[in-house]
């Protein structure tokens, strides 16, 4: 009687551990995506500021 309480508790345990490792992974994906979002937003912005820049640069030494 031992022996399968032992063997459906490994399986319950160790079916419970997967489900928590995938739903880990899922938040760690989020995580990572959400950063190269803000990233890139950050990147995007920088870069619209350098240009704006670079514009009044060019009009100040046009005129």
């Known amino acids: 009687m031992n022996l399968p309480k032992a ?17 880990g992974a899922d938040r760690v994906f ?10 890139a937003a950050k990147k995007s912005a920088q870069q619209v500021a350098s240009t704006a820049t670079q514009k009044e640069e060019n009009a100040k030494a046009c005129c």
Request: aromatic share 8%.
């Open 30 to 39: 989020t995580r990572v995506v959400d950063a190269q979002h803000t990233v």
């Open 7 to 23: 063997v459906l508790l490994t399986l319950a345990f160790g079916l419970s551990s997967m489900a928590f490792a995938e739903d």
